[in-house]
T-cell receptor
Framework: DVKVTQSSRYLVKRTGEKVFLECVQDMDHENMFWYRQDPGLGLRLIYFSYDVKMKEKGDIPEGYSVSREKKERFSLILESASTNQTSMYLC??????????FGNGTRLTVT | GENVEQHPSTLSVQEGDSAVIKCTYSDSASNYFPWYKQELGKRPQLIIDIRSNVGEKKDQRIAVTLNKTAKHFSLHITETQPEDSAVYFCAAKDSSASKIIFGSGTRLSIRP
């Protein structure tokens, strides 16, 4: 069974801090994704990666960056956290066009 | 790029009745359409998916239909049960990139 692990379930950070969200998958998937989930807005794609060191912007990349140095790991970085980045962050991996496998999510609160 | 719209945003049905959730997409070359169910406090889980070379797919009480000409696809749940209460998301794969775009979700409630 595919396992996607996000390093933190809950995270509280202060405005202006640099925040790292880590995601690891164990199924050798090429594709990895970071989504943000907010009530009424569904899952919005922040960034995705289709190979090591390759990354593409999603629909809402502003204020975020990513890193994929190894195939199994995809990191989301908030360079300077702001209160409007308080949200649930979901990582996923896939061998497209096959289903996405999601992690448990990280609920980030920026105060 | 791909854009997916989903309706309704909330849906309440009597237990035992059917529920239908509809989605439209913008990219006529999209070829993969998954549906996810997210229970409260849990991760989204795939419940059914359909590819563009198929018009309908069924798995027990769940079915999905795809109309490529109209660029819309629908989820049908028959004989609804309390455990069907959840948020459901439709999605489509962008044909020009390795990414999946989601609809805004439907909160389905089953009334006893």
């Amino acid at each position: 069974d595919v396992k996607v692990t996000q390093s933190s379930r809950y995270l509280v950070k202060r405005t202006g801090e640099k925040v790292f969200l880590e995601c690891v998958q164990d199924m050798d998937h090429e594709n990895m994704f970071w989504y943000r989930q907010d009530p009424g807005l569904g899952l919005r794609l922040i960034y995705f990666s289709y190979d090591v060191k390759m990354k593409e912007k999603g629909d809402i990349p502003e204020g975020y960056s990513v890193s994929r140095e190894k195939k199994e790991r995809f990191s989301l970085i908030l360079e300077s956290a702001s209160t409007n980045q308080t949200s649930m962050y979901l990582c996923a991996s896939s061998l497209l066009p096959s289903p996405l496998h999601f992690g448990n999510g990280t609920r980030l609160t920026v105060t | 790029g791909e854009n997916v719209e989903q309706h309704p945003s909330t849906l309440s049905v009597q237990e035992g009745d059917s529920a239908v959730i509809k989605c439209t997409y913008s990219d006529s070359a999209s070829n993969y359409f998954p549906w996810y169910k997210q229970e409260l406090g849990k991760r989204p889980q795939l419940i059914i998916d359909i590819r563009s070379n198929v018009g309908e797919k069924k798995d027990q009480r769940i079915a999905v239909t795809l109309n490529k000409t109209a660029k819309h696809f629908s989820l049908h749940i028959t004989e609804t049960q309390p455990e069907d209460s959840a948020v459901y998301f439709c999605a489509a794969k962008d044909s020009s990139a390795s990414k999946i775009i989601f609809g805004s979700g439907t909160r389905l409630s089953i009334r006893p």
